[in-house]
């Protein structure tokens, strides 16, 4: 048997402060969602003057980067390379950048989308929250 690690709320606390404190030092205006290692929506967080659709797009992205292991990114260059028929995979709907999964010991303890600003600054803020962990 397996020993899995997985986020805890202060873990969570301490992504979505790092994040949140990364957004308003640039004047962003985000919405940032956090999810478990199955996607499951475990905090979320519009920051004022976000677009409301924000608060859909970001756990879209955190859910894609949880259930996928890797950056939401990687899936918007498929598509983007010409692999339309990608977009009927099931369950897969944040296939924007801007969701970043949170990795330790080569296993994923979820992820956290972001959502509002250009995709390179949404994955911007994705790391920072993740990098308080200090994985």
């Known amino acids: 048997m397996?020993?899995?690690?997985?986020?805890?709320?202060a873990d969570v606390k301490a992504?979505?402060?790092?994040?949140?404190a990364e957004a308003l030092k640039n004047n962003w205006a985000v919405t940032i969602a956090i999810v478990?290692?199955?996607?499951?929506?475990l905090w979320l967080q519009r920051l004022d003057?976000?677009?409301?659709?924000?608060?859909?797009?970001?756990p879209s992205k955190a859910r894609t980067a949880a259930m996928?292991?890797?950056?939401?990114?990687?899936?918007?260059?498929?598509?983007?390379?010409?692999?339309?028929?990608?977009?009927?995979a099931p369950g897969i709907d944040g296939l924007l950048e801007g969701g970043v999964p949170i990795l330790k010991d080569g296993q994923?303890?979820?992820?956290?989308g972001v959502s509002g600003v250009k995709s390179t600054e949404d994955?911007?803020?994705?790391?920072a929250g993740i990098a308080?962990?200090?994985l």
Request: proline letters at 0%; charged letters at 25%.
């Open 108 to 112: 994923c303890l979820g992820a956290v």
């Open 123 to 127: 994955a911007q803020i994705a790391r």
């Open 36 to 41: 478990d290692d199955g996607g499951h929506l």
């Open 68 to 88: 996928g292991r890797r950056e939401s990114k990687v899936y918007e260059d498929i598509v983007n390379g010409g692999r339309t028929a990608f977009l009927s």
């Open 15 to 20: 992504i979505a402060a790092a994040a949140e």
């Open 2 to 9: 397996k020993t899995k690690h997985e986020l805890e709320l």
């Open 49 to 58: 003057g976000a677009a409301a659709v924000s608060s859909h797009i970001a």
């Open 132 to 134: 308080a962990l200090g």
